[in-house]
């Protein structure tokens, strides 16, 4: 089942100076979902959440595998991200709830226990620390030491968040040690598998997927 990849053509070459453009990484996270369509939809998910939500276009296209019965909620500690996600859902007439916060903190405890799906394509690119905390577009993608700082801050949230059974899609590069990662969730009850992998470029990009033991 093959699903539309929406349009960002609402957004202008200003915004993308701003937000994070979709890309190679954006476009292997759609298809890794495009790929556990009917196990997605099996789920009834009645509450879906992409943390660092940029343009908004994935969390749209999930919108689209979903459809209109769940609510979506896309977080970004970019206030410019946040319009644009809601601006992309309107033009693509999907309904997108946007907040402006660091990672997750804006929604706990409020979502504890209650998120169905939650979908990260993380600042994943090895990098000096002091690169994340930067600013501007550089957050898009600045990971720090091995690509983890970001990630690694998420990591313990996410058995907090998720339903029981819950589903959470991590895109990662090789780099970040998707084996460290596994580890790490298993000790929250998680277990991971990875669905797709793509090489862009110098880059080896995968898509894992996580839930409940």
């Known amino acids: 089942m093959e699903f539309p990849t929406p349009s960002t053509s609402h957004l202008s070459s200003h915004d993308f100076e701003h937000i994070y453009e979709p890309a190679e990484d954006s476009f292997l996270l759609m298809d890794a979902l495009e790929a556990h369509c009917q196990e997605i939809r099996d789920l009834r998910a009645s509450l879906c959440l992409e943390v660092g939500i940029g343009s908004g276009a994935v969390l749209t296209f999930l919108a689209g595998i979903v459809g209109p019965s769940a609510h ?7 206030g410019y991200a946040t319009l644009a996600a809601r601006s ?3 033009h693509n007439k999907a309904l997108i709830e946007t907040v402006q916060t660091d990672l997750v903190t804006g929604l706990l405890p409020r979502c504890a226990g209650s998120v169905d799906i939650i ?9 000096a620390s002091d690169e994340i905390s930067n600013g501007g577009i550089a957050a898009a993608w600045a990971g720090g030491v091995n690509g983890r700082e970001v990630i690694d801050r998420l990591l313990p949230r996410i058995g907090t968040l998720l339903s029981p059974s819950g589903r ?23 277990f991971g598998k990875e669905i797709l992998r793509r090489r862009s470029g ?9 839930q409940r033991c």
């Open 72 to 78: 979506y909620i896309g977080t970004d500690v970019s």
């Open 88 to 90: 992309t859902g309107q």
């Open 119 to 127: 979908l990260f394509n993380p600042p994943y690119v090895v990098t």
């Open 168 to 190: 959470f899609y991590l895109l990662l590069l090789q780099e970040n040690r998707p084996d460290e990662i596994q580890e790490q969730l298993q000790q929250d009850g998680l």
């Open 202 to 210: 110098p880059e080896h990009l995968s898509v894992w997927c996580y």
